[in-house]
Structures are given as C-alpha cells and as structure tokens.
C-alpha cells in the first residue's frame, strides 16, 4: 500500500540520527479565495519528512497533481520537503451547496505522521446591489446625522468606506465623522460644510459597489434681528403712522431654511403735533407825545405763541406816529410842514378813490350796452369752458356774435322728447317716461318740453374728437369702455357695461339753459403713472368724466368699484384726482371729509359713491395702518375651449375685485378662446407681506399628469399689493396620456402664506364647449323717478317739520343718516338724499319700497305730495 511504500522510503532516506523525529509543518496550507476562474495554489512544507501529501474533502489527491520540492535546512542540517497543489473553480463547484470545500496535507517520517491545519477555499464574489442604502436628507443645523448602509452580500464580507462629493471621509482625521461597526456614517454635529452628496462603497477582493447618493442638506432657520427704532410720523400735522423694521438676517435663511414667522414691519398710529403759528397781541396805547414828535405803541407775538416749528409773526411789534402836540418842543414851522405833508398824502388818496369810481361806472355801462345789443347770455356753449366740446342742436344768435353759441328753448310743444338713458351709446329712441305708480300722483294733461340734443352717431368719431383736444390726448382711445351723451337741465346717467361704474347727473345739476357733451371712461391703470408710495395699493379703477371745468349747479354721484374689505379701521384710503398737468393730488381723506369740500364720499361694502362738484379722473388709493388690512381678489380659472393634443392648459387669474378688471380679461379670454370653468372666488389678500400659492392636487394620475416641476406656484406679494398691474395669472399644464381621455377632476387650492386660502373641486368634460359670460346690464330709464315728481318730494320734505316728518327721517328710513352732516349742508337736502338713492338702486331698485318708506314717515301715501307748510 502507499503508507507501507512511504514507511519504506522514509526508513531508506532518512539519516539514522534522525529517524526518531516526528515532521515539523514549517508552512501549512491557508484558506484562498478563487477569484473569477483564476486556480489556488496550496502550500505545505515539514521537516524532516519523507513524503507529503494532500488530502482534500477526505479524498487523497492523485499524486500526479502534487509538486514536490526538497532540499536542507542549513542550520539544523535537516531534509526539508515541501509540496504544492492547484485548486480550480470546477473542483469547487463540485460540490457547491453540499459542503465547504477544504483541504490538508499530510508528512511521513520513520517516527510517524503529522496532519496539518485544514485550509477552506471559497469561490470570492460580491452582489450588485445594496441592502440598505444611504437616504438623503434635511438637517438643521448642529443636529445629528445618521446615514445607515447595509453592504451587499460577498465572499469575503466587504468592506466599507464613505465617501462625500467623491472625496473618503478619514473619521481620524475629522472626528466629527464615526463609522459604527454596522457600517452606519455618523456626523455629530452637522455644518454647513457637511453639505453634500454621500456615498456608501463596499469592496472585496472581486469588485468595488457604490451606492446611491444621498444628498444631505444642511439647513439654516431664519433668525430675526433687533427691531429698529421708530420712524417719525408720517403726518406732519394730525393722524399718521409711524413704523419700524426688523430683518431675518439673525441668521439668514439658508438652503431652505425656514423664514422667521411674523412680521418684518409693524405700524403705529400717531398724531404728530400741528405746528402752531405765532399771532398778533392787541396794540397798546398810544404813548404820549416826545420831544422827537413821535408817539408810540407795541405789541407782542403771544396770541398764540410760536410753537412745534410754526411761523413767527408777521410784520412790526413797534409802530411810530408823528404827533403835533403842545408839548412838543419842536417849532412852529415844523409842525406846519409835517401838517402840510399829510394833507398832500390825503389829497393823492381822494384822487385815486374817484379813479376806481370812474372805471368802475365805465364797466357797468358797457354791459349795460351789451345786453341792449340782445346779447342772449342764458344758454352759454360748453365748448367756451371745456375747450372744444361742442353742444348739439344749436345755433349762433346773432352773426357779430358767431364766437358764441346759444340756444332758445322751446317751451311751446306738449310733447316730451327727452333722452335721458345714455347708458347704451346707440339707442337714441328712448323717451323721458311720465308714468303714473304707487307713490305718483296724476300729472297735468300739459308737459314741459325740452329737446335734450341727441347722441354722436359714431362712437369712434367722438373718442377720436375727444382725444385732439389737449387736455385729453392720454385719454384711452377704447370705444368699447367710454360711454357718453348730450345733457341738459334734466340730467341723466351715463353707464359702461358690466364695468359697476356709473355717473348720474341729478336735475338740475346742469344750469337751465347750458347743454353739455358729457363723457365717461375707464382708463387702464397700466397707462397712467399713479404715484404709489410705502404700503399704499391702488383700490378701484382709474375713472375719468368730463370735461372738466363745466359749471355744476350741484354735485354729480360717480359710482365705482373698490376692493378693499371696507373697514376704515385698517385703512387711510383717499380719493386721488389728476390735475391740468397730469400730477395726482390727494382732495379728500375718508373719514375725514368736510361738508365744505367739492367731495363727498360714501364707502359701502364693494362700491363707492363720490359726490363731485367737479369732473376729472379719480381713483381710490388706500394705505393700511396694520397687518389686518386686506385687498378683496377675485379668483378665476379659465381652460382651452378646444383642445386637439395631448397638453391642457388652466389658468387661474388673480385680480383686484372689481367688475370693470373681470370685464377686460373675460373680454380678453375670448379673443383667445377660453372658457370660464368654474364660478369665480373671493380671497381676502392681507397686508403681510407673505406671498401668494397656487397647487393642483388630486389628479386621476392614471390619465393625467402635471408637468409642473415644483409642488406650487407662487405670485410675489408686491406685485399683487400694488394694484399696477390690473390682472396676474398662473398657468398650469397639464397631459393626459390618451386623446380619448376627455373627463378631469383635480382640485386646485389658492392661498396666501399663512393666510386664508381658497379651494377649486373641478370635475368637467374638456371636450364640451360650455362658454359662460356675465348678462350684460340693461335699464329703461336714467331715473326711476320721474323730474316732477321728484320736485313734489323735494319741496314736500325739504322744510324742517317739528314732528320729524322732512327730510331727516327719511335718511333715517334709507340708513343714511351717518351722512346727515353732508345732506344739511345742501340747499335741497331731498335732492340729494334721492340722488344718493338713484346711484344706489340702479337697475335693482323697487320704486314700491321707497314708497312704503315715505309712508312710514307718518302721512298717507296718496297725501304726501300734498304737505304744505301750514300743515306742517
């Protein structure tokens, strides 16, 4: 046998002084891993030994297989023997799954035998893919990070390192860094320079795997700084604000960090100290006469005082007098010329009092002369006060007197042609109706008759003839916006469609006798340069009625829109008025108005009704005095009416509330072919400096998808506060995946940043064309009661009553009685409290509730009509 063989040779070859020795493995075999298909090699050396042998998974390797090597060991002059073997992949595979692979030598010597250490061979691989890979995230600053890693399985295991933004993290060399022994990084206290992109990489002897990256983002939190020191009032004299700021600097936000909460501005009101200007005492007496002749008296800058930066007073606080006393140690011949200089003094003033007579006689008699030449002055040409409007329907009296034109009315005819609804610019048939209703007594079989003129046949011809003239050359050259008419004494009302902006001329507004070519237009914000300074945001439309300069017998109501929340606390609105030059004045302060000013405004929840003793272009401007301040916007989307590919748009439009901006997008959405998708809605937009959000949610995303990139839109706050531009917008495309998709639903959510928000649940058909406009507005009349009828009220309530039955109670019945201040100082206070109505009412006004009111006042509703003074 082969031990019996290897006895044999051992006992042969073997020194007799060492053939008591057992083998000594100097090198025993090791375990190796077979990389790809590259073969192992195993090592076994001993000594003394007479034969090796390997043995692997308990079967002898064929001896063929085994490379023996021997030589002397030098020192110990001892035979040493060594052999080696190649391992292969094959031989491995053999027995994959069953068991691992192992093998051991075996050395032979005359003593004995000696087994070396089993040594294993693996086949060496690594997995592809991660068991766990590092997440990216979102840290504050200084706040521990944990990226976890779990390697892919490998023979060997792997080992792990990190890397960020390609570069190894050395834990010895940046302690801030810990590997734990799960191979989990750990960043202690994260910095901003721990930003970064990581990766997790595993590595044996067979290959190297990196993982994902995972982005960590080291954030900073807004900090506020300290506030500032209050700003002086803005008043110089009277109510004001005052204000101070702080920045969020305190650190500043980084890497989307949040933004400090609360505000970076506040308000307070203040009263700033009027400056008081000095005033004049009473002169003293006159002292006695001095040796120089001269007398003298005082007085003193103390009623008031000078005070806060008023004026000193004006002129002398000592005044001489030249006096001719016995006393007077002067001479006689002085005294006679000082006497003879006034009397010349005296003598020049007589002169020049019966100059001024004369001129003045001269004038008197010159228009005396005019007037006997049958110079007809009652009936003047608006054209002579407004520059180039000229009144229809009338003719020069007298050739000499071609410069000025003049009219007679008729006052023969019975019949009644006076065109008082101008609302529509081409209806030139309506009638001044004299009907008889509940609250109307039976008029007289004779009328009074004045032809009112009638209205330009070419609207673009009058615009085009408005805006030659100098003073109107900025005017918008916009038909479809400007409404205008012929008027006299009657009144009437001019109206832009579906705009909520009005003019009604009250009776008698106009002189008897003038004729007036009035207009009346909306101007585009974005065409003027309203001057807008600190918190101020423009809150109704630019309105512009002319011409200016006509003579008002009383004031006209200008009606518009607003879109503020209406509530004076929160508010410093103004009413704006554009001079000849074209800068923008203030000429009134709601809330503050006097009864003695050309205007008078009455603010109610989404309109606003300016009594105006003078035409011009207006526009209400308001400042908030806190953060509770807020702009109402009308929210609107809008979608393709036809949609032949796969993209649809929604636009969702933010706007100021008013009917005259809804008109003008409607107007331009259908020049593009759009359809309105839902009913508008109504957001309050405060004045807190936070921006506005747009979203779509709740897509069926098996049909549909967004290709919006973020999770939101967003509208900068200023560019809505500021009111320049008349309409924003936000578009939302979106895809669906078959044309033979047609039905979506999707909620779209609207919000202010820590505000209020609105919501859209859309479910419709983008297929079907369902277009919506607004029912344009409509009205018989320009009055719902009738001029006679109304002159019977006015002289009916006008006289004070010692019951209360006049004027008074019934701005009590209408509510109106906040303005009573303003109604009192009008010579016909009715009038004005019935205009007032009219602005109101029109279109939606029941002539049978006022009736009821001026019954509940106390008299009979058939005798009202009829109170005379004595009954009173």
């Known amino acids: 046998s082969l031990s019996c063989l290897m006895r044999h040779t051992a006992t042969a070859t073997l020194p007799a002084a060492f053939s008591d020795l057992l083998p000594h493995f100097q090198v025993e075999p090791v375990d190796e891993y077979i990389v790809k298909n590259k073969p192992v090699t195993l090592t076994c050396r001993s000594t003394p030994a007479t034969q090796i042998y390997f043995k692997c998974n308990g079967e002898w390797v064929h001896q063929d297989d085994h490379l023996i090597e021997r030589t002397v060991d030098p020192a110990t002059a001892l035979p040493v023997m060594q052999v080696t073997i190649d391992i292969t992949r094959q031989q491995v595979e053999k027995i994959f799954g069953l068991d691992e ?9 005359t003593t004995g035998t000696q087994k070396s250490q089993k040594a294993y061979i693996r086949i060496a691989y690594l997995r592809k893919n991660f068991e766990e890979e590092p997440q990216g995230k979102e840290v ?8 976890r890693c779990h390697p892919p399985e490998g023979v060997p295991q792997a080992e792990v390192e990190w890397q960020r933004n390609e570069d190894v993290i050395d834990p010895a060399s940046d302690p801030n860094f810990f590997i734990t022994t799960d191979h989990n990084l750990v960043i202690k206290k994260a910095r901003l320079a721990d930003t970064g992109n990581y990766t997790c990489v595993a590595k044996n002897i067979v290959a190297r ?13 807004g900090g506020w700084s300290t506030w500032t020191t209050w700003s002086s009032c803005s008043a110089v004299c009277g109510r004001g604000w005052q204000k101070r700021s702080r920045s969020c600097t305190n650190p500043t936000p980084l890497n989307g960090g949040t933004s400090c909460e609360g505000q970076n501005i506040q308000k307070s009101a203040c009263v700033a100290t009027c400056p008081v200007d000095g005033g004049w005492s009473e002169w003293s007496k006159w002292s006695a006469c001095g040796a120089d002749c001269s007398m003298w008296r005082s007085r003193e800058c103390t009623q008031p005082s000078p005070g806060t930066g008023g004026k000193d007073c004006q002129g002398l606080d000592l005044q001489s007098l030249n006096c001719t006393s016995e006393q007077c140690p002067q001479s006689e011949c002085t005294t006679t010329h000082i006497l003879g200089a006034e009397d010349v003094a005296l003598y020049v003033g007589m002169v020049a009092v019966a100059l001024c007579l004369t001129l003045l006689l001269i004038v008197v008699v010159l228009v005396y002369r005019r007037k006997k030449e049958g110079l007809d002055a009652d009936v003047a040409d608006s054209s002579i006060l407004t520059t180039g409007f000229q009144p229809m329907g009338i003719k020069p009296s007298k050739p000499e007197n071609s410069h000025l034109l003049t009219i007679q009315p008729d006052l023969t005819t019975t019949t009644t042609s006076y065109q008082g609804t101008l609302r529509s610019r081409h209806d030139t048939t309506g009638k001044f109706s004299m009907t008889n209703g509940p609250l109307l007594d039976p008029l007289p079989n004779g009328s009074h008759t004045l032809h009112n003129g009638k209205l330009n046949s070419d609207p673009a011809e009058f615009v085009s003839r408005l805006s030659t003239q100098s003073y109107f050359k900025t005017l918008p050259r916009d038909v479809a916006n400007t409404s205008y008419g012929t008027f006299n004494f009657l009144g009437g009302r001019l109206t832009i469609p579906n705009t909520g902006i009005s003019l009604l001329i009250p009776p008698e507004a106009i002189p008897r006798g003038k004729i007036y070519e009035i207009y009346l237009t ?7 340069r309203l001057p807008l300074a600190g918190c101020q945001t ?19 109501i200008l009606s518009m829109d607003h879109c503020s929340d209406a509530c004076l606390d929160n508010w410093a609105v103004r009413l704006k008025k554009q001079n000849y030059e074209g800068a923008w004045e203030d000429v009134l302060l709601m809330g503050e108005e006097l009864v003695s000013e050309p ?9 606003c009704r300016l009594f105006s003793e003078q035409l011009g272009t207006f526009a209400l401007v308001g400042e908030s005095l806190h953060m509770g301040a807020a702009k109402r916007l009308r929210l609107v989307l809008f979608s393709d009416a036809y949609c032949s590919t796969l993209e649809y748009n929604i636009r969702v439009y933010c706007m100021d509330d008013t009917q005259d901006v809804f008109k003008e997008v409607m107007q331009m959405e259908r020049q593009l072919g759009g359809r ?3 009913e508008p809605h109504v957001l309050l937009f405060k004045d807190s400096y936070h921006n506005l959000r747009l979203s779509i949610h709740d897509m069926p995303l098996a049909h549909w998808r967004s290709k919006l990139l973020a999770g939101y839109q967003e509208i900068p706050f200023y560019h809505i506060w500021n009111g320049s531009q008349r309409y924003l917008h936000c578009t939302f495309t979106l895809e669906r995946l078959s044309l033979s998709t047609c039905e979506l639903t999707c909620q779209l959510c609207v919000w202010q940043v820590e505000g209020e928000g609105q919501s859209f649940s859309l479910d419709f058909n983008i297929a079907k064309v369902t277009l919506r406009h607004p029912s344009p507005l409509a009205g018989p009349s320009a009055f719902q009661i009738p001029y006679l009828i109304r002159q019977k009220i006015c002289s009916s309530l006008d006289a004070p009553c010692p019951n209360g039955a006049d004027w008074r109670m019934l701005a009590q019945r209408l509510k109106l009685e906040r303005h009573m201040s303003f109604f009192a100082s009008k010579a016909s206070p009715t009038s004005v409290i019935l205009d007032l109505w009219e602005a109101q009412h029109f279109h939606s006004g029941n002539i049978n509730q006022l009736a009821t009111v001026m019954a509940d006042i106390g008299k009979q509703e058939a005798m009202i009509f009829l109170v005379s003074d004595g009954e009173c």
């Open 140 to 147: 504050a600053l200084d706040q521990e990070v944990l990226l």
């Open 522 to 528: 909306v101007q585009r914000k974005e065409d003027l």
């Open 676 to 678: 309105l998708i839902d």
């Open 209 to 221: 795997r990196k993982s994902t990256s995972a982005t960590v983002l080291v954030y900073v939190n």
């Open 599 to 607: 205007y008078y405004c009455q603010l109610e929840a989404e309109t």
């Open 101 to 109: 692979y192992w093998c051991q030598c075996v050395a032979w010597s």
């Open 538 to 556: 423009l809150l109704s439309p630019v309105v512009s009625c002319g011409p200016p300069g006509v003579v008002l017998s009383r004031p006209v």
